[in-house]
């Protein structure tokens, strides 16, 4: 799975590689700032302010559509969204104005970039390195208790399986979204498996909030979670057809990064 648990905290990776590679990068550059440049200081300040504002600004603008009936999701950044290369576009303005302020700072500033953009993608690429387990052999009742489903078994479809509890306030922000993308999507399965809780408390959840969810599973042991290695909830698995996982999205996810996902699970020829 791709999340890196510290302790109680759980991060996903590439957030963790990025949150490190930020924190390499503001580090060195206040060392060397010490040391031999102190106009670097705060144009590393700056270069990191720029480049996340800019990256969420022009992820915002590729998929404007969705912004525009939902504006406020804008500020949702811990959905994550954030362009590459809004990002570069940001650090390289700091660049042109540090460039014509003092052209002697501009190698210090070179070298906390390269290192700080060299931490974030080794460990980025170590820690996607890792594949993810099969779809587990044991069933799962479904919420009637009417048919037992195992995720290995599946008739050889791609499926997006969520992790969720009623309890979870991240979990409850997300199902509407997720039910709304489950009910026109007939190239994926979708399947809800609770963790944790009993049908009766899930069925009342369902019906206050007027959700319709085709599949949804009971795991009162949480054995989905212990196969997985979920860290916490909510939790999003992208299964491609063999069962295997081809990415995952530990949080609340949003409507880009869903879509992005299940783009990853059907083969261009079929989109």
């Known amino acids: 799975m791709d999340v890196v648990t510290l302790g109680p905290l759980a991060f996903a990776s590439d957030r963790l590689a990025a949150i490190i590679g930020i924190f ?4 060195l550059g206040s060392w060397l700032a010490h040391r031999y440049d102190k106009r ?25 559509d969705g912004f525009l009936t939902e504006p406020w999701r804008a ?42 953009c060299f931490v974030w993608f080794t460990l980025t690429m170590l820690w996607q390195a890792a594949e ?13 208790g009417t048919q037992l ?38 190239d994926v399965d979708f399947i809800f498996a609770n963790q944790g809780e009993g049908p009766s408390v899930i069925q009342a959840y369902l019906d206050d909030q007027n959700l319709q969810l085709e599949t949804v599973l009971v ?16 939790v999003t698995l992208f ?3 063999d069962g295997q996982v081809v990415t995952t999205h530990f949080g609340e996810i ?18």
């Not at 390499?24 to 580090?27: E, H, I, K, S």
């Not at 650090?91 to 070298?111: C, D, K, M, Y």
């Not at 499926?159 to 979990?171: F, G, Q, R, Y």
């Not at 795991?219 to 909510?234: E, N």
């Open 149 to 186: 489903v195992a995720l290995s078994e599946r008739g050889g479809r791609p499926a997006v399986v969520n992790l969720w509890a009623t309890w979870c306030p991240p979990c409850r922000r997300e199902m509407p979204l997720l039910a709304e993308v489950a009910a026109v999507r007939t």
């Open 219 to 234: 795991d009162p042991a949480q054995s989905l979670s212990r196969h997985y290695g979920a860290p916490g909830m909510p």
């Open 132 to 144: 993810g387990p099969a779809a587990p052999r044991f069933t799962l009742a479904n919420l009637d």
């Open 24 to 27: 390499v990068f503001l580090g």
């Open 40 to 64: 670097l200081a705060p144009w590393t300040t700056a270069a990191v302010l720029s480049g996340l504002i800019a990256a969420r600004a022009l992820h915002v603008l590729i998929h404007l």
């Open 239 to 241: 299964l491609g057809a």
């Open 254 to 271: 949003s409507r880009e990064a869903l879509n992005a996902a299940i783009a990853k699970l059907i083969p261009a020829d079929k989109e």
């Open 75 to 116: 500020l949702y950044v811990w959905q994550g969204g954030f362009s590459m290369i809004g990002g570069a576009m940001g650090v390289a303005i700091t660049l042109v104005f540090l460039l014509r302020e003092s052209r002697q700072t501009l190698p210090l500033a070179a070298v906390t970039l390269a290192a700080g």
